[in-house]
């Protein structure tokens, strides 16, 4: 090492160009380096969408859903299979295992749905939504156009447009009308004509069509031969020829009211003060770049505004996730250069040398650069909790160790001769605790690099940053800082290395440690005591899985009873709307309910939900923090009797639906057979729940209580008439429900034309039994003497996971911690509810992918600190010197422990990296520490004495390692912008590790070494 370190030193001009070039070709990399605000934790999910607006949710469940799960089952990688079956739409997704490639999954999803057979020629499609992919929404605006001309633009010209655009997989649809031509009958003038229901839906199939009569040759001349039959506007359809009697035509418009309206809406938007608007949602391909597509996105939009669009149109911004992106990335930028400076201005106090300290600062830079450059090269993506978590303390930890021995070394030195030996001899001295050190670091990120499921997906990338910038830490620290400081010409030789403060320092650490070993006998068992007492404490820290990722916004969910109708659904959401709206702190809100044409949302009228922007933080005034805003809206919505809430975020409640398959952020899923039983089970355990402090937005998502109006065919009697069940049903859909019996095409666009009875005839059931139906001898017969027509109650909505029935019980965790609130929740229910056999509960959501990550750790953090001995044993040769390095790592797991316990923050997944990132920095500072005692044992006499004169020696190195590192996450200790929340337990955690640490390095390890944990070669010097 040494000769390789003189080397470089001789040729420095060149290093220095390489450096340089080194540092551009990062640059150059940054700029193209993908940012995502928030990583996507969610599986591969292939989610298969069928509708048949005609079929219940039990017929959806068993003619489509049970069919296509039954096909799907077997897939390779496959874990989960999630269904939910509602009137009307069957929605089937299939989770994969997250190695598993998403293309090749979706592929066998659609070579295996060749193979099932739907009835009444189903075709079953796949979803493009992602729970991440929403990246942008928008109005479609267009005063004095109706919802039906603004819907029809949306789905035939704007959707077109943005799918054009790279990166973006679809558009979805919400809001508005969609066009429909109406031909109404009145049955009395059916009656009047003598023509049946079944002829005047023949004759409008046959009078929309054109026909090819092949061509002629004219001459030298080919003409094709061409009949124009096609419907182009309410006159032909009104005057298409229904029958004749006795020369005298019957046409449609004798018969029917013709006209233009819409197809019964499955959802609604509103937004402010508008209750009725176009809304579309951009989808992001899954695996592009979000800002590169939202770029291009706008870009479209603005040609769209300038002029594609018909003159009026125009598109409005709703959501634009560059503004979260801008927002999360000016806020950890802030924190980082914050941290920087901390961390620059350490060195500076503590080396006393500009120069030195701008060389050891410049290790950050670099080392991010080296990062960034090598994630750009391998296709990884970066996102902000990689760049926000990374410690720059830790960074610069080995160039501090290596430029920290040159900088003594060089004011060591009598003479200035033979200087960049004295360079290379200090680089190469530093070099094997500095290569141990970063290696153990890497190694106390196990934990990290071996995480699987939904933390691997949110931690990857970070434990990527953070190996690939420790890296190129190492390399700077070994290749390019004896490089620099070997420029810098003042050397005072022969005086003392530390500024005043440090000299200071040194003293009074002197004096302090002669009397805590004197008193070792005191201290260590007071230590040891003390140590035990804040590792107990964890037990009382309680648990999450993830601190909310903050959004700046809310996702407000209301849910009303089952039964509700679109219009008094959506009156509802109008006025729970303007109540949003009033609170100061609102820049905007968007309603939207039931769901999309499109069938990609699996909810129906009774479901209204909210997208509330919030205004910055500054500039609120009724609230001053999240949590007392929600408390404020929540008393305001609670008015609204019978209606249960639940408040989330944006993209948080897309992810939480994508990872439990439960509309909700934590749920209770009751498994069984009958949903009659479900229910009541689920009832007991709702009263239950309700008893637990800190449990809110707590509901059962109704299964059962769905009215239906059923028409049962008397077979018997339609057979005296020579009716079939097909007849009857055909008649029963076409008079009642309406049959598009053709559409009428508008250059590119096309719409469906309908039939159906006037709604005076169809809108009881006593009309609805007077119904005529044409008979084979040419009579009619009322439906009510061939069908009985009657109320009955059905199933609302079915959830199945892996074949089997359940129904959810959703609920949130506020004003504590989720681990303790669920444990307290299931002694109770294994207290008071008894389920019946064969049924049982599962937790779904956070809980449940904390539990599984808890026992993950609980075998991972035993086989690294394993390992992380078996490298220091490897590193001193000595085992007493490995276990003077290892006491530490408890001192600073306990004071993350106290940490977290002072500022209020439970433990998570996020605070299991800090912990990691603890052991690293702790065990980099016990190794240059007991490095330094092996050292001035080979010089100095007298094992107590060598201890104390070493240790002063290390002080500086132990204090910037520390420090630093504890310096460096400071600020996203104490920040709370947007972006910082998922760090923050992870800063909090380094933070009070590496108040401790130095403690237990610079007093501890001392007086554990002079009980005997030290070399053969001191105990020899001693004696």
Known sequence: MKRMIRTILQYRVIAFIAMVA???????????????????????????????????????????????????????????????????LSDVKMYFDFDSDYYSDRQEVLNRLQTVM???????????????????????????????????????????ELKQVPGIIDVSTFGGTTRQYQAEIDPKKLLQYNVTLPQVMAAITGSNQNV????????????????????????????????????????????????????????????????????GTVLLQRGEQSLTALKAVREKIRALNSGLLPKGMSVETIYDRTSLISTTTDTVWHIVLTGLALVTLLLLVFLGDVPLAMVTALTIPFAVLFAFGLMSATGHSANLISIGAIDFGIIVDSAIVVLENIYRRLHEATSDEHRLDLIAEASSEAARPVLFSTLIILVAFIPLFTMKGVPGRIFSPMSLTYSYALTGALLFALLFAPVLASFRRSVRSG??????????????????????????????????VLLIAALSSFLSLGGVFMPPLEEGNLWIRATLPQDVSLDYSASIADQMRRILGS???????????????????????????????????????????????????????????????????????????????????????????????????????????????????LAVLTETGQPNLIISIDRGAAGRYGLMASDINTAVQAAIGGAAVTQILEGDRRFDFVVRYQPQYRQNVDEMRNILLPTADGGRVPLGQVASIGFREGAFMIYRENGRRYIPVKFSVRGRDLAGTIAETQQKLDQTVHLPAGYHFEWAGEYDSLRKEQRRLAVIIPITIAVIFGLLYVSFNSIRDALAVMSVLPFGIAGGVLSLLISGTPFSISAAVGFASIIGVATLGGIVFVAGIRRAEAHERGMQHSIIRASVGELRAVLMTCLAAGLGLLPAALSHGIGVQAQQPLARVVVGGMVTTPFAILIVVPIIATLGLVTKRAMEAEA
Request: no cysteine; net charge negative.
């Open 22 to 88: 080194w540092v551009a070709a990062g640059v150059w990399a940054v700029m193209g380096l993908d940012i995502e605000a928030y990583p996507d934790p969610s599986p591969p999910l292939v989610e298969v969408i069928t509708q048949n607006p005609s079929w219940s949710a039990e017929e959806m469940e068993q003619q489509v859903t049970v069919l296509i799960e039954t096909a799907l089952n077997g897939i390779p990688h496959l874990e989960y299979v999630r269904s939910t079956s509602l009137f009307g």
């Open 118 to 160: 739907l009835p009444q020629g189903l075709q079953p499609q796949l979803s493009p939504w992602s729970a991440v992919g929403e990246i942008y929404r928008y109005q479609l605006k267009g005063p004095g156009y109706s919802l039906n001309d603004l819907k029809a633009t949306q789905d035939w010209f704007v959707v077109r």
């Open 212 to 279: 090819g009569g092949n061509y002629l040759e004219i001459g030298d001349q080919s003409v094709n031969v061409r009949g124009v039959g096609l419907l182009h506007d309410i006159g032909e359809m009104g005057a298409v020829l229904i029958a004749e009697h006795n020369g005298i035509p019957v046409y449609l418009r004798d018969v029917a009211d013709v006209k233009e309206g819409n197809q019964p809406p499955l959802g609604r938007v509103g937004k402010d003060d508008q209750n009725g608007i176009v809304k």
């Open 495 to 528: 005086h003392t290395a530390d500024p005043r403060f440090m000299r200071w320092l040194k003293h009074h650490y002197e004096r302090i440690l002669i009397r805590a070993v004197r008193s070792r006998k005191i201290i260590l068992p007071a230590s040891i």
């Open 583 to 697: 609170f100061p702190e609102v820049a905007q809100v968007v309603s939207q309910v039931g769901r999309p044409d499109d069938g990609t949302d699996t909810t129906t009228f009774n479901n209204i939900e909210f997208e509330v922007d919030l205004k910055p933080q500054s500039q609120w005034k009724t609230a001053h923090t999240k949590d007392e805003l929600i408390d404020r809206m929540n008393g305001e919505l609670v008015k609204f009797p019978g209606i249960s809430f639940n408040f989330s975020q944006n993209i948080q409640d897309n992810v939480e639906e994508a990872m439990s398959g439960v509309k909700g952020e934590n749920s209770l899923k009751l498994f069984g057979d009958d949903i009659q039983t479900l229910a009541e089970t689920a009832g007991k355990i709702v009263e239950t729940m309700n008893k637990v402090p800190g449990i809110t937005d």
